[in-house]
């Protein structure tokens, strides 16, 4: 059975790092678009990241962009997204998702496995 597992997640201060992974087990995933989200507590899911099977494509929201890389090992089955520059807003439950069509999208519809989700907490 898929599964998406997401570890890395933490208390950081404000200007911080973290390296967020998302294994991945019963199943290959390298054919599969990869994609992070958030939610932070009263507010709706949002997309973060997104990369293609390929590599060739990545996207990013606004927020985000410039202080978060999405990057994925294939051979590992793993996701990754390292966080620079933390903020209080970046304050969230992140999870993964796998789509097996699309190039990293930005709607949570598209995605067909999604893992448990890890709470990321940016707070002096």
């Known amino acids: 059975q898929a599964q998406l597992v997401e570890s890395g997640g933490g208390l950081v201060q404000p200007g911080g790092s973290l390296r967020l992974s998302c294994a991945a087990s019963g199943r290959t995933f390298s054919s599969y678009a990869m994609g992070w989200f958030r939610q932070a507590p009263g507010k709706e899911r949002e997309f973060v990241a997104g990369?293609?099977?390929?590599?060739?494509?990545?996207y990013y929201v606004d927020s985000v962009r410039g202080r978060f890389t999405i990057s994925r090992d294939n051979a590992k089955n793993t996701v990754y997204l390292q966080m620079n520059s933390l903020k209080p807003e970046d304050t969230a439950v992140y999870y993964c998702?796998?789509?097996?069509?699309?190039?990293?999208?930005?709607?949570?519809?598209?995605?067909?496995?999604w893992g448990q989700g890890t709470q990321v907490t940016v707070s002096s």
């Open positions: 990369r293609s099977w390929s590599g060739r494509y990545t």
């Open positions: 998702a796998a789509a097996k069509y699309g190039d990293g999208s930005t709607t949570a519809s598209v995605y067909d496995y």
